[in-house]
C-alpha cells in the first residue's frame, strides 16, 4: 500500500464523517518514531494507555499516570504530523464527574497538543462525554471489554455472550454516540452484537476483538509487529520484528566480541 499524502492534520469531524465510508484505520504509537512510519498509512493513532504494559511492562493498564500519558502523547505528536492523535484518559483521572474529566482532557490536549481524548464507560459516562464534547473536547468512547474495568468484570474477557450482556452493551453505545462522541471503539465483544451496533448508532464504530463491519478497525502496533508474547487472538501477525530484533542484536554481539565490529568503514581516520 502506497503512503497516503495530506495537506493538513485530520480532525474527530472528519472521522465522524467516515461513518458507513471507507473503513477507518487505527493504531497504536507511543514515540515518536513509530508515529513517524505509521502516520502516513492511518487516520487515527491512538496514544493508549496500554502504554502501561507495552512500554512499561506494567500488569495491568490501571497503573499508568496521567503525567506519562501526556509525555507519551507529546512524543507521538512530534512525529505525526497528519494523523488524528488520540490520547488516553487514564484510570482515575476522569470518572468522579464531569469537571475532574474536563481539566484532565484539557491538560492533556493543552501539553500533548492532540485533536482527541479517550475514555472508557458506557451509559454512566454519557453525561461527562456531552459535557467535554459541549466545551470542545471531542471524545473518543470505549465499550464492551474496557481494560480499565478489568478488576470488575472478572479479568479480559470477551463479553456479549448472553441476552443482558448484549443489550447493556447496545444501550451503552447508544448512551455515548448520543452523548457527541465521535467514535466509539468496540473491544472483545461477540461479532453479531457488533455488526449491530454499528448499524444502530450514529458514531463509527473502530473495532479490536469486535468484526469486520465496523466503520474502522485498530490494533495495537507491537502486538501486530510481532514485539509482544502471547497476544490476543483477534491479532494478525503483519511481520514478526522481534526475532528479526533478536537476530539483529545477536549478530551485533558476536562481532564486537570477535572485534569484526567496528570495521574499517566505522572508524574516522586521521586528516592529511
Same mark, same amino acid.
Not at 470542545?136 to 481494560?147: E, K
Given at each position: 500500500?502506497?503512503?497516503?499524502?495530506?495537506?493538513?492534520?485530520?480532525?474527530?469531524?472528519?472521522?465522524?464523517?467516515?461513518?458507513?465510508?471507507?473503513?477507518?484505520?487505527?493504531?497504536?504509537?507511543?514515540?515518536?518514531?513509530?508515529?513517524?512510519?505509521v502516520d502516513p498509512y492511518v487516520e487515527i493513532i491512538l496514544v493508549g494507555d496500554s502504554l502501561a504494559m507495552v512500554e512499561h511492562g506494567m500488569e495491568s493498564t490501571l497503573g499508568v499516570s496521567l503525567e506519562l500519558m501526556i509525555a507519551h502523547g507529546r512524543a507521538v505528536m512530534a512525529g505525526a504530523p497528519a494523523a488524528l492523535v488520540v490520547v488516553d484518559l487514564p484510570f482515575g483521572s476522569y470518572e468522579a464527574g464531569p469537571a475532574e474529566a474536563f481539566r484532565t482532557a484539557a491538560r492533556?490536549?493543552?501539553?500533548?497538543?492532540?485533536? &482527541?481524548?479517550?475514555?472508557? =464507560?458506557?451509559?454512566?459516562?454519557? *453525561?461527562?462525554?456531552?459535557? @467535554?464534547? !459541549? $466545551?470542545?473536547?471531542?471524545?473518543?468512547?470505549?465499550?464492551?471489554?474496557?481494560?480499565?474495568?478489568?478488576?470488575?468484570?472478572?479479568?479480559?474477557?470477551?463479553?456479549?455472550?448472553?441476552?443482558?450482556?448484549?443489550?447493556?452493551?447496545?444501550?451503552?453505545?447508544?448512551?455515548?454516540?448520543?452523548?457527541?462522541?465521535?467514535?466509539?471503539?468496540?473491544?472483545?465483544?461477540?461479532?453479531?452484537?457488533?455488526?449491530?451496533?454499528?448499524?444502530?448508532?450514529?458514531?463509527?464504530?473502530?473495532?479490536?476483538?469486535? &468484526?469486520?463491519?465496523?466503520? =474502522?478497525?485498530?490494533?495495537?502496533? *507491537?502486538?501486530?509487529?510481532? @514485539?509482544? !508474547? $502471547?497476544?490476543?487472538?483477534?491479532?494478525?501477525?503483519?511481520?514478526?520484528?522481534?526475532?528479526?530484533?533478536?537476530?539483529?542484536?545477536?549478530?551485533?554481539?558476536?562481532?564486537?566480541?570477535?572485534?569484526?565490529?567496528?570495521?574499517?568503514?566505522?572508524?574516522?581516520?586521521?586528516?592529511?
Amino acid at each position: 500500500m502506497s503512503a497516503e499524502i495530506r495537506k493538513k492534520r485530520l480532525t474527530a469531524p472528519d472521522i465522524r464523517a467516515r461513518k458507513g465510508a471507507t473503513p477507518v484505520v487505527a493504531v497504536t504509537a507511543y514515540n515518536a518514531v513509530m508515529a513517524r512510519l505509521v502516520d502516513p498509512y492511518v487516520e487515527i493513532i491512538l496514544v493508549g494507555d496500554s502504554l502501561a504494559m507495552v512500554e512499561h511492562g506494567m500488569e495491568s493498564t490501571l497503573g499508568v499516570s496521567l503525567e506519562l500519558m501526556i509525555a507519551h502523547g507529546r512524543a507521538v505528536m512530534a512525529g505525526a504530523p497528519a494523523a488524528l492523535v488520540v490520547v488516553d484518559l487514564p484510570f482515575g483521572s476522569y470518572e468522579a464527574g464531569p469537571a475532574e474529566a474536563f481539566r484532565t482532557a484539557a491538560r492533556v490536549m493543552a501539553e500533548t497538543g492532540c485533536g &482527541a481524548v479517550k475514555l472508557e =464507560g458506557g451509559a454512566h459516562m454519557a *453525561e461527562t462525554i456531552a459535557f @467535554l464534547a !459541549e $466545551r470542545g473536547v471531542p471524545v473518543m468512547a470505549h465499550v464492551g471489554l474496557t481494560p480499565q474495568a478489568m478488576n470488575a468484570l472478572g479479568g479480559f474477557r470477551t463479553q456479549g455472550h448472553d441476552e443482558e450482556g448484549r443489550a447493556a452493551i447496545l444501550a451503552d453505545a447508544r448512551s455515548v454516540s448520543d452523548a457527541g462522541a465521535f467514535a466509539v471503539v468496540l473491544e472483545g465483544i461477540v461479532e453479531p452484537l457488533a455488526v449491530e451496533i454499528t448499524a444502530a448508532i450514529a458514531a463509527p464504530t473502530i473495532g479490536i476483538g469486535a &468484526a469486520a463491519a465496523c466503520d =474502522g478497525q485498530i490494533l495495537v502496533l *507491537e502486538d501486530m509487529l510481532g @514485539l509482544t !508474547e $502471547r497476544p490476543p487472538r483477534f491479532v494478525k501477525r503483519y511481520a514478526e520484528l522481534g526475532a528479526a530484533v533478536e537476530k539483529a542484536v545477536g549478530d551485533y554481539a558476536e562481532e564486537v566480541r570477535s572485534r569484526a565490529f567496528p570495521g574499517p568503514e566505522h572508524v574516522y581516520k586521521p586528516r592529511g
